[in-house]
């Protein structure tokens, strides 16, 4: 059976790992030569993913039976409707179910009307006096957010960000100012500590894959701007040190919810779902709900899952998802390399030499993610680069063999977050949340 990958980032190249381990045939298009990727398919095609005419060409010509889509871009632009048409059956939702991320008014409204718990109180604007009169007559901080997609990177939160109600008003109008984006989303602020937890999806039943704690901010210490996650870690008990059971299950309870809703709203939901929560001291908030596996979220899950992921796929696109899929009971650690700058101004087009014998000997993974091939030399991109994962049977065994790994990974035109993973960063979410 031949499955079709989309994407050349970490999580596709995760992605491509499991499928290979689990006996799929892989043809993969992306935008950047991906050598991980490529190392692994029986074909590829470098295309811009929103190409779909491309794609499903691609599709045709090789017979595709299965398709996998990492990023939201392809979802939103409707690949997965254009491939169904072709007779590719997509673990993936389609342009309307995609809307739970490409549209934050369309995941708030869902939640609001199908009484989902775990909302934020919320609205959206397009245009300015009204957002401000709204802002004016909140008690406490808000979050502004533009209502499309941004990369993850077109939200700031006020106290954060934002640092008083002028510079909120001056991103309210950036925001507005751009179409593609789609109006202006203000949120309560939640306060707590944010995680993970992503979900397989069959339109009815949901699957549990382990939480994980993604790092946002640029920098060590957590400050600087947003990013797409620089890195993240997860523990043996597939719980995080500051989540307990009960707040995992009402998670779980929210997110079933939400499928059951998107199918009352005829548009079911296939595909990994990816839940973003705040842990507040009044249980878990919603931050976004995202239509994909969570980069770099997903080369932490994948690695240790035992369960064929290709049989997984196929059970999400018959509506036969089982729920007993198995994680091995181990901790990781993923920390992304990024080209210097990332956040801000990344400079691309520095070379990255790479040991990976070295890296596997450490007992760590490595996923390429925004890199290219150019004459033989890898070169950083403007994203990020490579997502490096130890895997132990502790957070600090996983952490210590992520670091080890780094040793084999150079090049002057990169920089990497240390501090995720450590025992000092996470003890420091565990007093966060006890201060509640
Ligand atoms: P998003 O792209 O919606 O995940 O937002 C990016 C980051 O902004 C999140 O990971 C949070 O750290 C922060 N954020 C977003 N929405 C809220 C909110 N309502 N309250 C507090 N922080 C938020
Ligand atoms: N790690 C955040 C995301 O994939 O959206």
Wanted: proline fraction near 4%; charged fraction near 25%; hydrophobic fraction near 40%.
């Amino acid at each position: 059976m031949r499955i079709l990958t989309v994407g050349g980032g970490g999580r596709e190249h995760a992605a491509v790992e499991a499928l290979f381990r689990s006996g799929a045939e892989i043809y993969s298009v992306m935008r950047n030569v991906n050598p991980g990727i490529i190392g692994r398919a029986k074909k590829y095609k470098i295309v811009d993913e929103k190409r779909i005419d491309d794609i499903c060409e691609f599709a045709i010509e090789h017979d595709i039976n299965y398709a996998f889509i990492g990023p939201e871009a392809p979802l939103e632009v409707g690949l997965v409707d254009a491939l169904e048409n072709i007779g590719v059956k997509c673990a993936a939702p389609t342009k309307a179910a995609a809307r739970i991320e490409t549209s934050k008014a369309f995941m708030r409204e869902l939640v609001s009307k199908h009484n989902i718990d775990g909302n934020l109180k919320y609205a959206s604007f397009n245009n300015a006096s009204d957002a401000e009169k709204y802002i004016r007559a909140q008690a406490s901080e808000i979050v502004v957010k533009p209502i499309g997609l941004t990369g993850g990177k077109g939200v700031k939160v006020q106290g954060e960000h934002l640092h008083n109600h002028e510079e909120t008003m001056a991103y309210v109008r950036e925001v507005l100012s751009v179409s593609s984006m789609g109006g202006v989303i203000i949120e309560e602020k939640a306060v707590g500590e944010e995680f993970t937890q992503m979900v397989f999806v069959d339109g009815k039943h949901i699957a549990p894959m382990p939480l994980v704690q993604d790092h946002k901010r640029a920098y060590e210490g957590d400050v600087g701007p947003n990013t797409g996650g620089m890195g993240s870690y997860s523990d043996a008990n597939h719980l995080l040190p500051f989540v307990p059971e009960e707040a995992r299950k009402k998670s779980l309870a929210i997110l079933q919810q939400i499928v059951n809703a998107m199918s009352a709203e005829g548009c079911p939901y296939v595909g990994p779902m990816y839940g973003q929560f705040m842990l507040t001291k009044n249980g878990p908030k919603i931050i976004e709900i995202n239509a994909r596996f969570g980069d770099p979220e997903a080369m932490n899950v994948l690695p240790i899952l035992e369960t064929g992921f290709f049989s997984i796929i196929k059970d999400m696109v018959s509506g036969k998802l089982k729920d007993d899929i198995k994680f091995k009971p181990l901790a990781t650690v993923c920390k992304y390399i990024v080209p210097i700058g990332y956040g801000t101004s990344p400079q691309s087009g520095h070379e990255i030499s790479v040991n990976e014998k070295g890296v596997s000997e450490c007992g760590a993974e490595m996923f390429y993610a925004n890199v290219d091939m150019v004459d033989g030399k890898l070169l950083t991109g403007t994203s990020r680069a490579i997502g490096l994962v130890g895997i132990g049977a502790t957070i600090e065994e996983a952490e210590q063999r992520c670091e080890s790994a780094l040793k084999f990974i150079s090049g002057s035109g990169i920089c990497v977050r240390h501090d995720i993973g450590k025992r000092s960063l996470i003890q420091k979410r565990v007093d966060h949340m006890k201060s509640l």
